[in-house]
């Protein structure tokens, strides 16, 4: 491999990460209060959505006692 080579695969990386700081500037980051309260939603829709699926397992395996014995 020539100097030429590695030359030129380094000064790709370089340039993905010039790149890769460029566009992080540019992202909105959300405050601390927004955070929070995306936060606080994710929470409560994952603990409803585990209850609905507990309520939707318990009634099937009632359901399966039922029919089997």
């Given at each position: 491999?020539?100097?030429?080579?590695?030359?030129?695969?380094?000064?790709?990386k370089v340039?993905?990460?010039?790149?890769?700081?460029?566009?992080?500037?540019?992202?909105?980051?959300?405050?601390?209060?927004?955070?929070?309260?995306?936060?606080?939603?994710?929470?409560?829709?994952?603990?409803?959505?585990a209850l609905?699926?507990?309520?939707?397992?318990?009634?099937?395996?009632?359901?399966?006692?039922?029919?089997?014995g």
């Amino acid at each position: 491999m020539t100097s030429q080579t590695i030359s030129k695969g380094k000064d790709k990386k370089v340039s993905f990460l010039k790149g890769v700081k460029t566009e992080m500037k540019k992202v909105s980051w959300p405050n601390k209060k927004t955070l929070l309260n995306h936060t606080m939603v994710v929470i409560v829709v994952c603990a409803l959505m585990a209850l609905f699926v507990g309520l939707l397992d318990t009634g099937f395996r009632t359901l399966i006692k039922l029919i089997v014995g």
